[in-house]
Every structure is written in C-alpha cells, then in structure tokens.
C-alpha cells in the first residue's frame, strides 16, 4: 500500500529494520488489542513490526507491553500540549520519526486532530466495540450497554479507517458475536473484546496485504 | 405461548384441526417466505400449521402457494376498505376466525392500524433485511441497498415483534450473512433472503415453543 506518512518504503526505522511494514499503535489503556497485535506478529499471522506505541496517558499496562517488547515508546498527553493542533502535530512527527505506515487505535481514547487524519489518509484503523453503524459511540461510547439494552441478538466489532467524522469511516472488516439471554454487559464486552483481538490483526494483514481502495463508503480488496 | 388472538388454545380451527398452533401469514408478493415456513413444517421442523393466508394484494403468488397447500386465503386490499381501522379490523376477524395464535408478516407491504398490534400483543412477527437497528425501513425500505451502500462487510435479517413503531419492536432472533466486494444489490437482497428462509421457520419455533418474554427492549426465552 502507498505510505502517506513517509514518501519512502518503510522510512529511516524500516530500513534499519525488519523490512516489514511498521504500525504505529495508539492506546489509552491496558493494551489488549497491542497484545494481539504483537501475538499475531510472533506467530507469523501478520508480516509487520510495531515500530512506536504512543498512549494517550502515562502509567498504563499498555506501554508496559511495548517496553516488554523492546518497542519504542512515546507518551503524548493533552496536558502537555496547548492545542490539539500541537497534540496532533507532535503525534505526526513521532509517527513519522518511526517510519510508521499504517497507524493503528487500540483503545485510544482520545479524538485527535484532523491533520493527524490528513497525515494518514485511509491509513488510520479504529476498532469499535458494535457492528457499526449500529451503536456509534462519539466521546462516550458505551455500546455494549446500548446492543445489550437494545435487545438486539447479535453484536461484534468494526474495524474502520478513521476519519473526521467519529466511527463513520470507511468500514474494513467487522465481525459478529451472539449475545446471549443471561449477558450482562461486562459478558458480553468480554466476548466483543475477544473477537476484537481476533478481528484487528486480520483486518491490519488485509490493508497491508490487499490494496484497499475506497469506493464511496466501501473498501474493496484486490487481494486477501 | 398464551393466545390472546382467541382467549381459547387454538380456537375453533384448531380444535377443528390438528391440535398444533394456527398461524396467520400476512402477505404482498411473491411468498418466498411463507414457502419457507410451510417447507419447515413439512420437514417437521416447526410443530405448527399455516391457518390462513392473508394478502394486501390480489393475483400475487404467494395465493397461489397457499391455495396449493389447501390453505384458507383471505385478500384485505386497502381500496376495499374505507379507513385503515376498517381494514384492521377485517384482519383481526379473519385472524381470528381461523383460530390465529401468531401472526407473521412475510413480505407483508402495509403498515397496518394499530387495533391489530393491540389484538395481538407480542403476537406479531415481522422479518426485515437487515441486522436491525441498522437500516430500518419505514413506508420505503431498502436495506439492502443502504448496507451495501454504507460499505458494511456484515448484514443480515431480523425477525422483531411488531409494536406500533416501525421496524423498532424486540427483536426476536438475528442472522448474519457477509457482504462481498463484488455484491450488487440484487446479489446481497438474494443472500439475505436465503437466510430469512431459514431465520424466520426457526424464530417461529422459539416464539410458540420458548415461552417468550420482552424486559424492556429484549425478548428472553425460558427454552428453545
């Protein structure tokens, strides 16, 4: 796929690298779906390299993950940023200080800047916790509560490329779970969060691997 | 399942009958669905017979599968009846007529008055081609086209209670088909509808034999 974040294949890090494409995941929290990312990585699921984590907060489980995986680490919080026109330039310039091309929300919980989404474009994925676009979130989403209370008998989660809007991008990849008669919503956040960690490093292997194109609000596939 | 359709078990075609639970099939068109319910029962896989056919429409081959079956048809055209009550009216005595103890809607291309909802509460199935609340219909649905157009890569059909609002009662059971890269409309409409086939025969079963209840916006079920 093309890269928009470095002009060149894989950038500085890549070349010292791998040579395998690097992903720039952003986190907020305890990094579950980094865990998935990096396990599907070690297994051989997914030809890439994780080459920065940036969180949103410090003292999170999620950078103790990268740190464990010898993955560079940034910390870039609100707090430290007069704008978020400066938040988002100063997460641009990490992410392509680490040659990054495909950036990835894992539990982020911040809604950057739009440059950053200009610095990407359709090379942002979020994960969201529905099958989109039922039970869109916004600053605080609670969808698990809202499929539960809804009453509806089955849910899952979208991976989306990341736009202006929020959870209106482009849809890559979604996948569905049963929600059961005696769920609550943490059960059935559980089961949406283990087809997430099934679903993003699938969806990652596909843009990497098949030359998504967007058509309207589609992605279609040459490939994968 | 109670019955408030006739306040007896079956009523006087049932007890005239085979003892099993009387549906009333509502239909406009083509009858696919109704085909699939009547296939289910004669494989054995729904405990139940299709007590009256009613359509919105005459000349329609839905009449034709139901006359085919020796099945009694009544055709309720709006244009036959004053006021949409009336029309309601002349359903809810011909549903119970026949001895009626679930209604399903199978194509069904009216919205009907809600002396019927009110005759048959929770007693009225409806199946949309969709995975509802995603794209709802309305008076001029068409999700198939508007989940295709979306870019969703999950869809699906929904079998709902019908309340007074459209599209929008507890929804009784889901099923889930992929949308391809190379779907059109017609292609994504035909797999959805082969799953409805199967979808609504089963829903059918769980309403008459799970003892169904609506918490709020959910239907839970004792069994099945």
Sequence with gaps: MAEPGTGESGGDAAAAGQGTPALGVLVSG??????????????????????????SRTGVP???????????TRVIA?????????????IVAAL???????????????????SVVRAYPHHILNIHPSLLPAFAGGMAPKPQADALAAGVKLSGCTVHFVTDEVDAGPIVAQA???????D???RLAERILAAEHRLLPEAI????????????????FDQG
């Design 62 to 72: 999620a950078l103790d993950i990268a740190a464990a995986h010898d993955i560079p």
């Design 176 to 182: 569905v779970v049963p929600v059961l008669d005696d």
């Design 184 to 186: 609550t919503v943490e």
């Design 96 to 114: 392509r200080g680490a040659g990054v091309e495909l950036v990835v929300l894992a539990g982020y919980a911040r809604i950057f800047d739009p």
């Design 30 to 55: 305890r990094g579950s779906n980094l865990r998935a990312i990096l396990d599907a990585i070690e297994r051989r699921e997914l030809a890439a390299r994780v080459g920065i984590v940036i969180s």
């Design 205 to 220: 292997r596909r843009v990497l691997e098949g030359h998504p194109r967007v058509e309207g609000r589609r992605v279609l």
């Design 78 to 90: 609100p707090r430290d940023y007069p704008s978020r026109a400066e938040e988002g330039a100063a």
